[in-house]
């Protein structure tokens, strides 16, 4: 069983079959920027009544991997001291993202989810098609991403030539395997939430089964409909309950978040 984490998904034709990776190669970065900072909170409820159980947080640097220019992405979430008891987190995500190519790296993730802990280590070679991780060398296709470079460059799709129900492809390499997964793009929608209300763009992304998150379309993500394509609010069953996730604050967003309709 896959230990799928709340914060790797806060995350993501039809009609003409896609090779898997095809909208994944090859996009320039036009969504975000050095500086920005994206806060979220994590609701969880059993029985329709949500209450704040975690933060998240995800932030944007320059760095250099191999001589070559990165965008040095972390993302980070941790349980309220009040339900540590319950379940407690701790989890650091790190991805080094090619600012050229948007292919990333290398990838480090350092979990503490309840009696779970796990460490992993990834460096990416993109000319041999291989990752080397802590426990050997592994093939991987063309234009792979890891989970939190997936965010990043799904933020740069252009949704509007795709019509609801279009499912967009793409690799993605976790715990020393390949996925073959997608997006399944939904359409538009305004959506309220405890930040504001916002215009956005709704999709569906296939879930790799896990011990908290089944598998299939059961997660929702509305993202801003504007250019910054940013999360506003995820919504999901888990093995018990449900959780809620909105965006509650950010920082030097590329562009004006003008799919803003109005504050809360």
Known sequence: ?????????????????????????????????????????????????YVNAGTANFSVALDQINNKPCYHVVGSGTSNPSYDWIFKVRDRYESFIDTASLQPQKFIRNISEGGFKKYENISFNHQANTAITTNGVFKIPTCVQDVLSSIYYARNINFDKYKAGDKIPFFMFLDNEVYNLYIKYMGKEDVKTRYGKFHTIKFKP???????FQGGEKMTVWVSDDPNHIPLRIESPIVVGSIKVDMMGYKNLRYPLSSMISVR
């Open 1 to 49: 069983m896959k230990k799928i984490s709340i914060l790797l998904l806060i995350l993501f034709f039809a009609g003409k079959p896609l090779l898997a990776g095809d909208e994944f190669c090859g996009a320039r970065n036009l969504a975000f920027q050095e500086g920005e900072d994206i806060s979220f909170q994590i609701f969880y409820s059993v029985v329709g009544l």
């Open 206 to 212: 296939l879930l790799v089964k896990g011990t908290l």
